[in-house]
C-alpha cells in the first residue's frame, strides 16, 4: 500500500510517501511545499493544490492521510493551517483517494509510543522506522511521513479486526426469559 502523508499549512506544507508491505514501511520520497509570504492568499493556495496534485500523480499513492485540525490558541494560525488543510483535502478529492484523518495524540503514539512526544522525538522515530541515515530536509517533512506511518500502523489494526470478525464463529443467542404477570 502506498500512502501519502500531508502537514499542511499555509507558509509550508510537508508530505511524505510511503510504500507499506504490511510489515515494513520505505520511503519513497519526501519535502515541502513553500510558499512566498507576501504573494496573494489566492496564489499561494493554487501553489499548495498544483504541487500537491503533482506529487499525488507522480507516485500514485493508494491513500492519504492527515493531521486533524486541532485547537489552537494563536487564531491566525488557525486560520493559515485550516485555509492549507482545505487546499490538501481538495487535492487529495481531485485525485479521488481515500483520505483518513488523526489526532495529534494518535500519530505521536502510533510513531513514538508516547502521546506527548516532542518533535524531535517524532522525527527522531520516524528516521529510525524508515531506516534513513540522514536527517530530512524540514520537520514538516518528517510530520507528514509521521501521519503515513501513522496510517500503516492504523491500516494494519483494522485488518487484523476485520479478520478476527470474518473468522469469528457467530455469537450464541441465549433466549430472553420473560416473566409474565
Do not use: W
Not at 64 to 83: D, G, H, K
Not at 116 to 132: G, I, P, S
Amino acid at each position: 500500500m502506498r500512502i501519502i502523508g500531508i502537514d499542511p499549512g499555509l507558509a509550508s506544507t510537508g508530505y511524505g510517501v510511503i510504500d507499506h508491505d504490511g510489515q515494513r514501511s520505505r520511503l519513497v520520497t519526501a519535502g515541502c511545499i513553500e510558499t512566498i509570504p507576501t504573494a496573494p492568499l489566492a496564489g499561494r493556495l493554487r501553489t499548495i493544490h498544483d504541487d500537491l496534485v503533482a506529487v499525488i500523480r507522480e507516485t500514485a499513492p493508494d491513500c492519504a492521510a492527515m493531521e486533524q485540525l486541532f485547537f489552537c490558541t494563536n487564531v491566525r494560525t488557525a486560520i493559515s493551517v485550516a485555509q492549507g488543510r482545505g487546499v490538501a483535502i481538495l487535492a487529495t478529492a481531485a485525485s479521488e483517494i481515500p483520505l483518513h484523518e488523526y489526532t495529534p495524540l494518535q500519530i505521536k503514539q502510533a510513531v513514538a509510543g508516547f502521546g506527548r512526544a516532542t518533535k524531535q522525538q517524532v522525527e527522531l522515530m520516524v528516521r529510525a522506522m524508515l531506516r534513513l541515515g540522514t536527517k530530512l530536509d524540514t520537520t514538516h517533512a518528517a510530520d507528514a511521513l509521521a501521519v503515513a506511518l501513522c496510517h500503516a500502523h492504523a491500516s494494519k489494526f483494522a485488518e487484523a479486526v476485520a479478520r478476527a470478525t470474518r473468522t469469528a464463529p457467530p455469537a450464541r443467542r441465549r433466549p430472553i426469559k420473560r416473566q409474565t404477570g
